[in-house]
């Protein structure tokens, strides 16, 4: 089992619409969670932090997450064409180190 | 935000010769650094974890000798790829950790590196 998974997608969503994109993890003392975007030929940007259970909203992005279920999501509210990107998904484990997902291939299509 | 430059961003090389390639955080100390490879279409793969004052600690199958590096202060890293050859050629992203932000990693902005 992979330390943190991710559907690779590609997922396609129409223009306007909610983008949800979900990521497990397999370390139960994890305290950090990240969301990374990255464009095709560029570096991954930081986009959205968590460390608590619930919800963070920043602008159309809301990060959840469930530490019982070991579960992490994002939804991207009113998708544009610009969301289109790898989304990549973070977890810090307990020992402090910072784990990847193979991210998820989102499209949004006009 | 927290700020993480590289250089050069593009370089292209011959077969044989070394490669060196620069990892600042502007804005912030970074005690930790790391070090990732990507190609075309593939997720990151992390190649090294760099520390400040001591020696890094690479992933499996990364030969230490040919990707060296350097973390001599608190806001520099430096990844020299040594002998490169063409399967060399990726895209070398860095990240610096923010421990004031609780273990957040920023990344520059990546180095394409293609050896001739």
């Known amino acids: 089992q992979k330390e943190v998974e991710q559907n690779s997608g590609p997922l396609s969503v129409p223009e306007g619409a909610i983008a949800s994109l979900n990521c497990t993890y397999s370390?139960?003392?994890?305290?950090?969670f990240f969301w990374y975007r990255q464009y095709s030929g560029k570096s991954p940007e930081l986009i959205m932090s968590i460390y608590s259970n619930g919800d963070k909203e920043d602008g159309r992005f809301t990060a959840q997450l469930n530490k019982a279920s070991q579960y992490v999501s994002l939804l991207i509210r009113d998708s544009q064409p610009s969301d289109s990107a790898t989304y990549l998904c973070a977890v810090a484990s307990s020992a402090s180190k910072i784990i990847f997902g193979s991210g998820t291939r989102l499209s949004i299509r006009p | 935000g927290a700020v993480v430059s590289q250089h050069p961003s593009w370089v292209i090389c011959k077969s044989g010769t070394s490669v060196k390639i620069e990892c600042r955080s502007l804005?912030?100390?970074?005690?930790?650094m790391f070090w990732y490879r990507q190609f075309p279409k593939q997720s990151l793969m992390l190649m090294a974890t760099s520390n400040e004052g001591s020696k890094a600690t690479y992933e499996q199958g990364v030969e230490k000798d040919k990707f060296l590096i350097n973390h001599a202060s608190l806001t520099l890293s430096t990844l020299t790829v040594t002998s490169a050859h063409p399967e060399d050629s990726s895209f070398y992203i860095c990240?610096?950790?923010?421990?004031?932000?609780?273990?957040?990693?920023?990344f520059g902005p990546g180095t394409r590196l293609l050896v001739l």
């Open positions: 370390d139960r003392g994890s305290q950090s």
């Open positions: 990240s610096a950790r923010d421990r004031t932000v609780r273990e957040t990693q920023y």
């Open positions: 804005d912030f100390q970074a005690t930790t």
